[in-house]
């Protein structure tokens, strides 16, 4: 018996539980948003173990331990028990960087089902450089096989853009010959940091061609060993992606200090009003808060959505996306050619894509500080 929603609402599958905003790492495309939240203001491990219990309670199956780098917390052990006693599968969404081998197996020993570990590129130098910290690559690569040696299911999930595109076939190969189960391969979504560097990130319509045929080669080539995701990036696309699987229906996202939200980039939508876990509890969360309630359903839809037979599957693709282009949340996602800001959306690639000499912006270095067992990481200058 579940506090799941009497009105027809289902329950959520799963909780995004970010548990720090700080990180070793500086990726150009990070989604986290721009004013990232402190230390001072991060939930303590108690109250993520009474939100993991009403999160259950609320009929969600999932719990995505996230951050920034969420080994940065001293207390993640206790907090992976806490989401595992509650009776959640627990996932460890991890840059990789600083989960040493000993807190790896206590974070198994705690009950951590699975690890997702991001790949940044197949050639260390270039690896490093996008994450913005020297020596990041063979970690990486050191804690996936770790994973792997534990017997524990590896997911890897691989962030396409300019800088790496042209090897996203071996970047899968690599990810196989490491061991993983899954691999997701995600191509830039333009929020938070990732907007600050599209010009940098964005890749030409010929090069994203060219990748999408050399991942139809290798999902063949492995068919029935693997799981392969990928979806065309929203830029190029002619359908907006089903962002969230609709807005307030399917997850919950906790930020570091409890504001709860119905996806990762909500907050750059001026006016929506998000609870926090610490007033309220999690099912009323879900159920009644403004920021959940502000575009679920179908009576918020302009046209061409109102009318539109996808409505019920692309729920009119991404609200923050369709904030960033067209300067309305409400509006229909420019990535559909329905959109009266599809061309904008599509000028505005092609432009960045031929931009040259792009430097990245690294997300504020002062939010590189690191309390894990880690030594303390040397920036790529
Ligand atoms: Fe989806 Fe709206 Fe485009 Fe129809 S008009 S395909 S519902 S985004
Ligand atoms: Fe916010 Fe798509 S990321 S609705």
Redesign the pocket.
């Known amino acids: 018996m579940t506090d799941a929603a009497p009105n027809g609402l289902p329950a959520p599958l799963g909780i995004l539980a970010e548990l720090t905003h700080r990180c070793p790492l500086a990726c150009p495309y990070c989604s986290n948003p721009l004013e990232l939240e402190g230390r001072q203001a991060e939930l303590d491990a108690v109250t993520w173990a009474r939100v993991f219990r009403e999160a259950a309670a609320l009929g969600v199956l999932q719990a995505h331990l996230s951050g920034g780098e969420p080994a940065s917390r001293r207390d993640i052990v206790e907090i992976t028990a806490a989401a595992r006693g509650a009776g959640l599968y627990t996932n460890l969404i991890t840059s990789g960087v600083g989960v040493p081998g000993a807190l790896l197996q206590r974070l198994r020993d705690a009950g951590l089902d699975h690890v997702q570990v991001s790949i940044q590129d197949v050639e260390p130098e270039s690896a490093d450089r996008i994450a913005g910290y020297r020596g990041a690559f063979a970690r990486k690569q050191e804690l996936a096989r770790q994973v792997v040696a534990l017997g524990m299911p590896l997911t890897v999930n691989v962030v396409v853009h300019r800088a790496n595109i042209a090897r996203i076939r071996e970047m899968v190969e690599s990810a196989i010959a490491l061991g993983a189960g899954r691999v997701e391969i995600a191509h830039v979504q333009y ?1 938070g940091w990732a907007l600050r560097n599209r010009a940098a990130l964005m890749p030409t319509r010929e090069q994203v061609r060219t990748a999408m045929a050399a991942l139809d080669e290798v999902r063949a080539a492995h068919e029935g060993r693997i799981t392969i995701d990928a979806v065309v990036p929203d830029y190029y696309a002619r359908r907006p992606k089903p ?2 699987g609709g ?1 307030g229906m399917r997850s919950l996202n906790v930020t570091p200090s409890g504001k709860v939200l119905p ?4 907050e750059t939508i001026p006016g929506l009003e998000f609870w926090r876990v610490t007033d309220h509890a999690l099912a009323d969360i879900w159920r009644s808060s403004p920021a959940f309630q502000a575009f679920r359903g179908e009576a918020w839809m302009p046209e061409p959505c109102r009318s539109c037979e996808r409505r019920a599957i692309d729920f009119g693709g ?4 369709a904030l960033a282009i067209a300067g309305d949340a409400a509006a229909t996602d420019p990535a559909c050619e329905l959109s009266p800001f599809h061309a904008r959306m599509r000028a505005l690639a092609e432009e960045d894509a031929v931009a040259e000499d792009v430097p990245y912006a690294y997300r504020g270095r002062e939010a590189v500080r690191f309390e894990a067992e880690a030594p303390i990481p040397i920036p790529v200058p």
């Open positions: 929020y962002c969230m807005w996806c990762h980039a909500a991404c609200r923050c996306q």
